[in-house]
Nanobody, 125 residues
Framework: QVQLVESGGGVVQAGGSLRLSCDSSGRTFSSYATAWFRQAPGKERESVAAISWRGAFINYADSLKGRFTISRDNAKNTVYLQMNSLRPEDTAVYYC??????????????????WGQGTQVTVSS
């Protein structure tokens, strides 16, 4: 079982940056591929980025390439999402998800087995 806890959300002005963290207390978290998704009010869950268990494979939603960077530190059992040049349309709850398919970096939420509770990101104009 993997328990995920997101942190780092908050309120930021447009053009600013935030770094989200996804922490796990599970000893095997480093063996899981991990992804970030987001969901804005009234909208469907949207993929953001995914990273394989050792970080060798990374995938981004096309619309977010160049502004968002996913990374991981397995020694700390943490996956990060660095978000730069934030826009009001980036406002959403951001979720961390993990799959036991180590090298999976697909962006379909259906294939991720474990989910965190989410962290709110609000970008003001």
């Amino acid at each position: 079982q993997v328990q995920l806890v997101e942190s780092g959300g908050g309120v930021v002005q447009a053009g600013g940056s935030l770094r989200l963290s996804c922490d796990s207390s599970g000893r095997t978290f480093s063996s899981y591929a991990t992804a970030w998704f987001r969901q804005a009010p009234g909208k469907e869950r949207e993929s953001v980025a995914a990273i394989s268990w050792r970080g060798a494979f990374i995938n981004y939603a096309d619309s977010l390439k160049g502004r968002f960077t996913i990374s991981r530190d397995n020694a700390k059992n943490t996956v990060y999402l660095q978000m730069n040049s934030l826009r009001p349309e980036d406002t959403a709850v951001y979720y961390c998800a993990a799959t036991s398919s180590r090298n999976y970096v697909g962006l379909s939420p259906k294939l991720y087995e474990f989910w965190g509770q989410g962290t709110q990101v609000t970008v003001s104009s």
